[in-house]
């Protein structure tokens, strides 16, 4: 049984996933309208990959006598266009980052409440929310490299149509 405490911040965890959900939707959107194909797959994919986690949490709640739901309030995404494929990826490591130390603030709880099951539960992402910074971090290094260069923007766009399907550490 989950205590109260953890209920809550498990549920606005879960909320925080779907938030992630939406926002990688909403990049993979603007991208595509600008031509990247690679790219709004990769962002896509991510969106599936986030609507994933936050089912994972529903589940976990409901399975250890809670109520996994959404809070029911649209979900706000700050509307926005971005300059270059390097802010975006740079908003996105930001948000990543708030997302981990989330995780972190709820691996605290747990132990605070001696809800070792809860504990065990969330090392998944801990470890998940390990890869997906370093994986932004990689996308802007390489980004970075690329700079102004509209060729190597191209071919590394094409190379990120691939990239989500062979993401490993």
Same mark, same amino acid.
């Given at each position: ?35 990247? /194909? ?7 994919? =991510? ?5 994933? =986690? ?20 649209? $979900?706000?995404?700050?509307? $926005? ?5 390097? /802010? ?82």
């Amino acid at each position: 049984m989950l205590s109260e405490k953890i209920e809550k911040g498990l549920t606005k965890q879960l909320n925080r996933e779907s938030e992630s959900s939406q926002l990688y939707l909403y990049m993979a959107s603007w991208v595509e309208r600008k031509g990247y /194909e690679g790219i709004c797959e990769f962002l896509y994919d =991510h969106s599936n990959e986030e609507r994933i =986690h936050m089912l994972k949490l529903i589940r976990y709640i409901n399975k250890r006598g809670g109520s996994g739901i959404l809070n029911g309030r649209e $979900t706000i995404i700050n509307i $926005t266009t971005y300059v270059s494929i390097k /802010e975006l990826f740079m908003k996105l490591f930001e948000h990543e980052q708030k997302i981990s130390r989330e995780i972190n603030f709820l691996v605290e709880i747990s132990l605070q409440e001696k809800d070792y099951f809860t504990y065990n539960f969330l090392q998944w992402y801990v470890e998940e929310q390990i890869e997906e910074e370093a994986l932004i971090k990689m996308i802007l290094d390489k980004i970075k490299l690329i700079g102004s260069d509209k060729g190597s923007l191209y071919f590394f766009d094409k190379d990120m149509k691939n990239f989500h399907k062979t993401k490993k550490f």
